[in-house]
């Protein structure tokens, strides 16, 4: 298949995704039956983080090896691309020696030029702007707990953050409305979510209002990787958008909780609810493996 990236959500049709998610549900069954699947034998990941990460090295590490593949870790303070060596120079090397690669970066554009320059796939572990895979785990969570997603209603409630930007483009691709409640001074940024249209969002001042009927609500910390030096000022501003049980008692009566983790009790969630009965965070996190070793599937070796 023609090489093929995957930087943001909408890198993808509702076609795709449709078979990536097929493909994760076969995989995941295979991996919970000790069933050995091996389609990448002698490929390689390359993962390289310039931010920290536990679930996302984890899952990408252990997933290609689960695959038969190997992984290889790089990061900023270890290589040259902590020492100013181009990105464009390092794809072209990465690329020539790998079959795959995944980054964790700060701005989108670096992983842009990074696969503009590579001869292999590469994947967004994580910008300030998208969070792909995360979304697509999600979404895989909410299908298996509640069948498809399409018509239903996420709220939320928090920073929009990459997180919120790749729930957008996720609402558009699969036809399902986000409903986005951020304080003040922390609103969505419209160049970010081109292309989504309004029909697919609606904002709410009140994070209330925005959890009302939802059939799924969904936070994240307050303040990103990145963006440490905000922290004291967002604390302040993000005091009343904490996820709470009134909040979950306005949305649907069915409705899951969600957070991609690492998570702060008492800041953007209650104990109540991330540990409650509503919440499905383990199977969450425990979903990123199984939808990326169905996505380097497809990506490495296309539709099988
Ligand atoms: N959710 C997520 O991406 O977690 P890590 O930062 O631990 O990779
Ligand atoms: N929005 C968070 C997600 C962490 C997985 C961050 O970018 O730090």
């Not at 984890?58 to 691309?81: C, H, K, P």
Request: charged share 20%; proline share 4%; hydrophobic share 40%.
């Amino acid at each position: 298949m023609a090489l093929k990236h995957y930087l943001q959500f909408k890198d993808f049709s509702r076609a795709e995704y449709d078979h990536v998610i097929e493909r994760a549900r076969w995989i995941k069954a295979q991996f919970k039956a000790y069933q050995k699947y091996w389609p990448l034998t002698d490929r390689t990941l390359v993962m390289i983080f310039e931010k920290a990460s536990t679930r996302t090295r984890l899952s990408f590490e252990a997933g290609v090896q689960q695959l038969g593949g190997t992984a290889i870790y790089l990061n900023t303070r270890d290589s040259q691309l902590g020492r100013g060596e181009p990105v464009e120079d390092a794809a072209q090397v990465i690329s020539r020696m790998s079959d795959i690669v995944m980054i964790r970066t700060f701005e989108q554009d670096i992983i842009e030029r990074f696969a503009a320059n590579s001869r292999v796939p590469v994947i967004n572990g994580l910008t300030n702007e998208y969070h792909p895979c995360q979304i697509l785990a999600d979404i895989f969570t909410y299908i298996e707990h509640r069948g498809s997603i399409q018509g239903k209603t996420v709220a939320w409630v928090g920073d929009a953050n990459n997180m919120c930007n790749t729930w957008l483009q996720a609402a558009q691709v699969l036809d399902f409305k986000v409903h986005v409640s951020t304080p003040p001074g922390y609103a969505l940024n419209p160049e970010l979510i081109s292309g989504v249209d309004p029909a697919h969002y609606q904002i709410f001042a009140d994070p209330m209002a925005a959890c009302r009927g939802a059939d799924l609500v969904t936070t994240d910390v307050w303040t990103s990787m990145g963006f440490e030096a905000e922290n004291e000022v967002r604390m302040k501003a993000f005091a009343d958008w904490c996820v709470d049980a009134e909040m979950m008692a306005v949305a649907h009566p069915q409705a899951l909780f969600m957070h991609c983790l690492p998570a702060h009790r008492g800041e953007e969630v209650t104990s109540e609810v991330i540990d409650g009965p509503q919440s499905v965070v383990w199977d969450e996190a425990e979903n990123r493996l199984h939808v990326q070793k169905a996505l380097m599937e497809y990506l490495v070796l296309g539709r099988v």
